[in-house]
């Protein structure tokens, strides 16, 4: 799913953010891109773009998408490479390894939700932009995947907490059960560590 969104337009034309439709054209808006009716062109992180609309006044305007409002898009990348070490990490019993992989859910999620809110400001963007052209602007399947990635993100994180607490607990025994086993099974039938009666220290020091 996290590929998916980081893949996007152009590559997939369909998994696109942002769409706006009107005067028979049909703009979808990506990470690495945009697409117009049929045609996509790729121009990588933070692109830029021109569209040629009609006015109110039968008038040809150029409307402009700065680099700026896309440069934000590109978070899905930061959470796909924390999914990859969530996966990783996942299968795994040692401790200090859930704790990084608890550390590397709570940022998927952290920045996942940066992105969501990036994605909803562009839409918002877009929709003011694009005000007063008879453009209908709509969220994407980019941006409700991206949601959804956000809602099983979130999930998954009281599953990796629970599964790190339990095996912390578990550790901590196993840690007690052996320092009180080791120490006091061993050591007390030492001779000098054995407990002595009031009678057998007053013979030793008894002259």
Partial sequence: MSV?????????SGLD???????????RFGIWGFCLQSYC????AAYSIEMKLDNANNETDTV???????????????VTIAVVVVAALSFTNQLQLLLICCLAVFVAVFVTFVAVC????FLKHMEGKLDGYGMNVSA???????????LVLSMYTTLVFLRFRRRYLTSSKE????????????????PFLKK????????????
């Fill in 196 to 207: 002595k009666t009031s009678q057998e220290m007053y013979d030793e020091f008894d002259l």
């Fill in 4 to 12: 998916l969104t980081t893949i996007s337009v152009p590559a997939f």
């Fill in 140 to 150: 994407g399947p980019g941006l409700w995947l991206t949601v959804v990635l956000l």
């Fill in 118 to 121: 990036i994605d909803a400001a």
């Fill in 17 to 27: 953010l942002v769409r706006a439709t009107g005067q028979q054209k049909r703009f």
């Fill in 41 to 44: 062109e790729g121009k990588g």
């Fill in 175 to 190: 840690e007690d059960e052996a320092i009180t086993w080791f120490p006091m099974a061993k050591l007390s039938k030492l």
């Fill in 64 to 78: 402009n998408v700065s680099g700026g409002w896309t440069a934000g898009l590109v978070l899905p990348v930061i």
